[in-house]
């Protein structure tokens, strides 16, 4: 079945310094969404990327879909934090019907 | 706040024991999927149901089983609980299939001991 790993697992940063994490699927995607899950708390939705090499901003938060649609990334500039908590990519298979989420990656914002 | 309502908060229970998680999806919105977390991992898709009809499978154990009811809320059902069975399990919804976003409840907790 469909893969969807995230690197890195976990990632420590100072406050100030920029982050990024990655999102590699097996198989090619149709779409893929992203989501924040601060401690505590439940999975929101951040975005949605559709189209092949398509890039999407929301304030300090880039959000890239690979050109063959097998990979995504996202990168914070300056992180705060409140930036804290864990990131997921996810990816719908099975007929679009299931979603398939990434291992997650834990981003920690030291002051 | 999502939109998405999931009952209780908390569970404790003891091994064996069988428990009902309830989930209220936002309105206007027909998909319910179901998630086990562990501590400190990942999300594990469980089930999903679009008006009232299973549509996927994840790794759903034998002993648990949901259902949707018509008027779309779901409930989640756990019989000859494990310790193992100790995480959160969520809820989320969505409009339809898997090509659209989730919006997910607030958990529910649950500890076997």
């Known amino acids: 079945g469909q893969q969807v790993m995230q690197i890195p697992q976990y990632q420590h940063v100072q406050e100030g310094e920029d982050f990024t994490t990655y999102c590699n699927s097996s198989?090619?995607?149709?779409?893929i969404q992203w989501y924040k899950q601060r401690p505590g708390g439940h999975p929101v939705f951040l975005i949605q990327?559709?189209?092949?090499?398509e890039v999407k901003k929301q304030k300090r938060l880039t959000f890239q879909f690979g050109e063959a649609k097998k990979n995504s990334s996202l990168h914070i500039t300056a992180t705060q934090t409140t930036d804290v908590g864990t990131y997921f990519c996810?990816?719908?298979?099975?007929?679009?019907?299931?979603?398939?989420f990434g291992t997650g990656t834990k981003l920690q914002v030291i002051p | 706040d999502s939109g998405v309502t999931q009952t209780p908060k908390h569970l404790i229970t003891a091994t064996g024991q069988r428990v009902t998680l309830r989930c209220s999806p936002r309105?206007?919105?027909?998909?319910v999927y179901w998630y086990q977390q562990s501590l400190d991992q990942g999300l594990q898709f469980l089930i999903q149901?679009?008006?009232?009809?299973?549509?996927a499978k994840g790794n759903i154990l034998e002993r648990f089983s949901a259902q949707q009811f018509p008027d779309l809320h779901s409930e989640l059902n756990l019989s000859s609980l494990e310790l193992g069975d100790s995480a959160l399990y969520f809820c989320?919804?969505?409009?339809?299939?898997?090509?659209?976003?989730?919006?997910f409840g607030p958990g529910t907790r649950l500890t076997v001991t």
């Open positions: 309105s206007g919105d027909l998909s």
């Open positions: 149901y679009y008006n009232g009809e299973e549509r």
């Open positions: 198989t090619t995607l149709s779409n």
């Open positions: 989320a919804s969505s409009v339809a299939g898997g090509a659209y976003e989730q919006y």
């Open positions: 990327l559709v189209k092949s090499g």
């Open positions: 996810a990816a719908p298979s099975g007929g679009y019907q299931k979603v398939t």
